[in-house]
């Protein structure tokens, strides 16, 4: 069983660069690809980014070229680096698997607004 913790969110003017932190508890961490992944009001939740066991990057549309994912499996943690946040990516960002899935932890939120 993995359980997460994340962290790093709060209010940012658009613009603003915060970084996410994803603490993963478990041993096995680091051969499991991971996500983070982000839930705005009245939305699904959905996949911002995707990293591999290995390390190799995917993201979606709406924050390519400005949010980096990253990990240290050493430490059993995730990053998320957000660069030039706007307003509608205002969600509660959360971390979890990808292909295999463990129970949600309770997201850190990220409000954007001047």
């Known amino acids: 069983q993995v359980q997460f913790v994340e962290s790093g969110g709060g209010l940012v003017q658009p613009g603003g660069s915060p970084r996410l932190s994803c603490a993963a508890s478990?041993?096995?961490?680091?051969?499991?690809?991971m996500g983070w992944y982000r839930q705005a009001p009245g939305k699904q939740r959905e996949l911002v980014a995707g990293?591999?066991?290995?390390?190799?990057?995917n993201y979606a549309d709406f924050v390519k070229g400005r949010f980096t994912i990253s990990r240290d499996n050493r430490k059993n943690m995730m990053y998320l680096q957000m660069n030039s946040l706007k307003p509608e990516d205002t969600a509660v960002y959360y971390c979890?698997?990808?292909?295999?899935?463990?129970?949600w932890g309770q997201g850190t939120q990220v409000t954007v607004s001047s």
């Open positions: 979890n698997g990808r292909a295999r899935f463990w129970n």
């Open positions: 478990g041993s096995m961490f680091s051969i499991y690809d």
């Open positions: 990293i591999t066991s290995g390390g190799s990057t």
